[in-house]
């Protein structure tokens, strides 16, 4: 039985970027906040400490960073028509477990999705009609417009320290950044990484072609900076080992650099880690959430409960905590009824390799979300007119550290092994780079989360079951998106190329992108949408569900600057309006 | 359990008997004192060899001889430098199976087991220690009924063609399906010869010299704007560091000894 423990004010269910944002400000008003993280906890020292920390084998292959399987995976299909099967091995994406979450791990690219983004279904229906957009796409606006996160935009940018070059600087277009993202109030904190070779080129050659490179904001931060909570973020020193790894300067921001330093300083704040919680508990009445149960390392379980369920895990484990907690409704694509589970949406990412003869770009060397981009095609930056297919993806080329077990990109043709392969490998490890596109993806009726009826976790309960395959509306994106990286490339004139649109089935194998969206979906119509703008539950007003699972669909961008405005639009409506009249915010 | 055990031991008490020279062998009787140091230097050559030759932990004999002759294959030696086999790659693939790799460690590993599609990846309910062991026993029994022989005594030109008719599925084994086990073993390969010579494979660094890459990272804040002039340096692995062999700035960051001072060229 259950060990019912002291209760608190809040608790935060993972201790990644948005536990540890919504902890440190929570408890810094007074209130009692305990962490409860399942994986362990992880410092830059000594867990990220060199040399042991640039092992490609262990951090790449070995994913020692990432979620651990052998407790709790999700199951997958394609279709509803399939029986799903559990993701044996990680592959396509990469959930990070541990203190920092999938924060420790990330490339650090931190955009601003474009005002469009926030408002996809109104501005297509206005602009396009509704004969453009797919029958079973269940796009939807998000109930919060760029202009109102803002603000939180500029907070997280400040409290990660993100290096960049503001394009559109409270209306007036600035010449160096991008000229299509929202109007920012601030400039970035800090000045743009260096330029890599790679990115140079690219950018000689888009601009010649009338577009407007900028530098890729990142979190990889291009000097010493000291945050709002007296945090000091290191300088990136471009040593190639970022996204996969944990950086041992401490230069790329997460929790560990930018907010833990401050946050476990707080006697307001309680960490538990190697504790995983398997259901937040409900009234009888399920309208309120009165405690949560978690097991810890020692196999003992606790009640912990609170006045405030912060679920703060990655995505998947969001919706599937509500799933097995019974808060909202169950997502059904039969009847398309409720909505826990509803618009699970990914990326469509794609790129175009240029091989070159005699050109060396010292691949090994970078950052991560060191490059130079173009948004012209982004969102609805452009005509989409006759195209049959709405939203985009930014596109860039950079140097962000090959290793090579992972990255020895070889012409097409080349055989798989042997004498010829070994031959391209050698020659071309240091002599190639891409230009890679962050392809959007939108939700469909088909594509959702649920809970599988045969596959279990550890704790004997049922894994999240992932039901997706990619649409016409991303498969026509992407060919003509890389077409027109591929048209950059001829300009900058490699002896030889790869063109990569993303074709086909979906598959659950290859690395792709962390980027998993949905499933707790944003909105202003509780039949629609499980949480409210504020990442507040319709139905159980004290738990607040943040994260990527919020977005209705995604944009062609990385998500993680989304999804840090996102934190602190739901803290601001906990510490100015729900901290004195606690209930439904809408 | 036993069985394995035990070969174990006799795979142990070879692999360290063929890595000690005969000169080394034959200093175990009494030496004149004058060679003393000569010797104790001999000595200590050997010794190294020794460690360096880690016993296998999981491969039998028969399985070593099977991956020695198809990473040969994969990644062979010539001009460009060693191949597989000459970088150590059966002995990290041992080291894997034998680790937590090989018993899907930090996998998922319930089942029902269907096999399911292509795009639902990984579904077998053995572990990749279990595919070897299957795998390469499968093979040699094709290669038995087919030439009369096991894989490793067959010529180049037979063993080429088995190679690739596993990868193109031509060949079907009986207890796995022969691309996913070619797979798996070509995977493994490319990760024995480039990943960190800790794993006892990239034996002096032959993948990353091939390559040209560093390995360790040194600070590249300055070199990263110097466009188009290639970094070569003498790549740098985790031992290097731990042993004191590379010297490392304050942040433990390696110091890299470039490998000519064209370099700026």
Redesign the interface.
């Known amino acids: 039985m259950a060990t019912k423990l002291k209760p608190v004010d809040v608790v935060t269910i993972g201790v990644g970027l948005t536990g540890t944002i919504l902890a440190k400000e929570l408890a810094d008003t007074g209130l009692k906040v305990v962490g409860i993280e399942r994986g362990r906890w992880r410092d830059t020292d000594p867990d990220f400490?060199?040399?042991?920390v640039?092992?490609?084998?262990r951090y790449v292959?070995?994913?020692e960073l990432m979620q651990?399987?052998?407790k709790e995976?999700i199951t997958?299909?394609?279709a509803m028509s399939?029986?799903a099967?559990?993701?044996?091995?990680l592959?396509s994406f990469l959930p990070g477990e541990g203190v920092g979450g999938a924060a420790v791990h990330w490339g650090g690219l931190t955009w601003r999705f474009l005002p469009w983004d926030f408002e996809t279904k109104s501005k297509t229906l206005a602009r396009y009609g509704a004969k453009h957009v797919a029958e079973d796409c269940t796009l939807q606006d998000w109930g919060v417009t760029y202009e109102e996160l803002e603000p939180h935009f500029n907070r997280f940018e400040y409290l990660y320290g993100v290096s960049g070059k503001a394009g559109n600087l409270n209306g007036k277009i600035i010449p160096g950044g991008n000229p299509f993202e929202g109007a920012r109030s601030k400039e970035y904190p800090n000045p743009p990484l260096?330029?890599?070779?790679s990115s140079?080129l690219f950018a000689k050659a888009a601009q010649s072609m009338g577009y407007k490179p900028f530098p890729v904001p990142t979190a990889a931060n291009s000097r010493a900076y000291k945050n709002e909570y007296g945090a000091t973020i290191q300088?990136?020193?471009?040593?190639?080992?970022c996204q996969f790894f944990a950086c041992?300067?401490g230069a790329k921001a997460s929790p560990q650099t930018a907010v833990l330093p401050a946050l476990m300083k707080s006697p307001n704040f309680e960490l538990r880690t190697l504790c995983n919680v398997v259901k937040i508990n409900l009234d009888s009445e399920r309208k309120r959430a009165v405690s949560v149960t978690y097991v810890d390392s020692r196999g003992r379980e606790f009640e912990q409960p609170a006045e405030l369920v912060l679920l703060t895990s990655y995505v998947l484990n969001n919706a599937r905590l509500m799933l097995l907690s019974g808060i909202g409704r169950p997502y059904d694509p039969v009847a398309n009824t409720g909505t826990v589970g509803r618009n699970y949406a990914y990326q469509t990412p794609s790129s175009v390799t240029l091989f070159f003869e005699d050109?060396?770009f010292?691949s090994?060397?970078?950052a991560g979300g060191?490059g130079l981009a173009i948004d012209e095609f982004n969102g609805d930056n452009f005509d989409h007119s006759g195209l049959g297919f709405i939203g985009g993806g930014f596109m860039q080329a950079g140097?962000n550290g090959a290793?090579?077990?992972e990255v020895?990109p070889v012409p097409q043709g080349t055989p798989?092994?042997?004498?010829e392969?070994?031959?391209a490998?050698?020659k071309y490890?240091?002599r190639n780079f891409s230009i890679t596109i962050q392809g959007a993806c939108q939700s469909y009726r088909a594509n959702y989360l649920d809970l599988d009826p045969?596959?279990?976790d550890a704790y004997g309960l049922p894994l999240l079951r992932m039901t997706f395959d990619r649409h016409e509306n991303e498969t026509k994106m992407s060919a003509w998106l890389t077409n027109k990286a591929a048209e950059i490339a001829k300009a900058i004139g490699p002896a030889k190329m790869n063109v990569s649109p993303r074709t086909g089935?979906?598959?659950?194998?290859p690395y792709q992108s962390t980027h998993n969206t949905g499933g707790a979906v944003m909105g202003t119509d509780p039949q629609t949408s499980a949480v409210n703008k504020y990442l507040q539950s319709w139905d159980v007003p004290n738990v607040f569900v943040v994260g990527a699972s919020a977005f209705p669909q995604n944009g062609g961008y990385n998500p993680t600057g989304t999804v840090g405005a996102l934190t602190f639009q739901a803290l601001e409506a906990i510490k100015t309006k729900y901290s004195k009249r606690p209930g439904a915010l809408v | 359990m036993k069985e394995s055990g035990r070969r174990n031991f006799l795979k142990s008490a070879a692999a360290l008997g063929a890595a000690i020279p005969a000169g080394a062998a034959a200093q175990s009787k009494p030496a004149p004192h004058a060679d003393h140091d000569k010797q104790h230097a001999q000595h200590m050559r050997a010794a190294t060899a020794a460690a360096q030759q880690r016993p296998y932990m999981f491969l039998s004999q028969t399985e070593v001889a099977f991956l020695d002759a198809a990473v040969s294959h994969l990644i062979p030696k010539d001009e460009l430098g060693p191949g597989a086999k000459e970088a150590g790659v059966t002995s990290f693939i041992d080291q894997q199976l034998f680790g937590g790799y090989g018993t899907m460690a930090k996998k998922y590993t319930q089942g029902p087991w269907p096999e399911g599609t292509p795009q639902q990846g990984y579904q077998s309910p053995l572990t990749p220690a279990a595919i070897y062991r299957a795998g390469i026993r499968d093979t040699n029994n094709y290669c038995r009924k087919t030439y009369g022989k096991p894989f490793d005594a067959l010529s180049r030109a037979q063993q080429d063609e088995v190679l690739k008719g596993l990868d193109g599925g031509k060949i079907e084994l009986e207890q796995v399906r022969a691309q996913f086990f070619f797979n798996m073993l070509l995977a493994n390969t490319v990760e024995g010869f480039f990943a960190d010579p800790v794993y006892g494979g990239n034996r002096d660094k032959a993948g990353w010299k091939l390559v040209g890459f560093p390995g360790v990272a040194a600070v590249y804040t300055t070199f990263i704007e110097k466009h188009g002039v290639p970094y070569r340096a003498q790549p740098v692995s985790i031992a290097d560091i731990t042993q004191k062999v590379a010297q490392v700035d304050e942040h433990g960051h390696a110091i890299h000894v470039m490998l000519d001072d064209k370099a700026g060229v």
């Open positions: 400490a060199m040399p042991g640039h092992d490609e084998l292959r070995d994913k651990d399987l052998s995976t997958f299909r394609n399939e029986t099967l559990p993701m044996r091995q592959g260096k330029t890599a070779y140079a300088a990136c020193v471009y040593c190639g080992y041992e300067m050109r060396n010292n090994f060397m970078g060191l140097s290793r090579p077990i020895r798989r092994w042997g004498s392969w070994k031959k490998v050698g490890f240091n045969t596959y279990r089935k979906y598959t659950i194998v």
